[in-house]
């Protein structure tokens, strides 16, 4: 997950950040900006089921923890 942010959604963002106050947006930044947008719903999703893939292993930790 870490990788794939720092490989495509930073870069997009940092040239999001340089060109704040352009007047006009470039063509290519539009249609990485849509392409982000759409590539963030899945990596969103895939985040949180990694998440709650993990709920078990903290619940056996816990336990552990607090014998």
Same mark, same amino acid.
């Given at each position: ?14 040239? %999001?950040?340089?060109?704040? =106050?352009?007047? %006009?947006?470039? /063509?290519?930044? &539009? &249609? ?11 990596? %969103?999703?895939?985040? $949180?089921? /990694? =998440? ?5 292993? $903290?619940?056996? %930790? ?6």
């Amino acid at each position: 997950m870490r990788t794939w942010t720092l490989d495509d959604f930073a870069p997009a963002i940092i040239e %999001v950040q340089r060109l704040a =106050s352009a007047e %006009v947006v470039p /063509v290519r930044l &539009a &249609a990485r900006t849509v392409r982000w947008r759409q590539l963030n719903y899945p990596r %969103v999703g895939l985040f $949180l089921l /990694v =998440s709650l893939g993990l709920l078990p292993l $903290l619940g056996r %930790v816990l336990r552990f923890l607090l014998r």
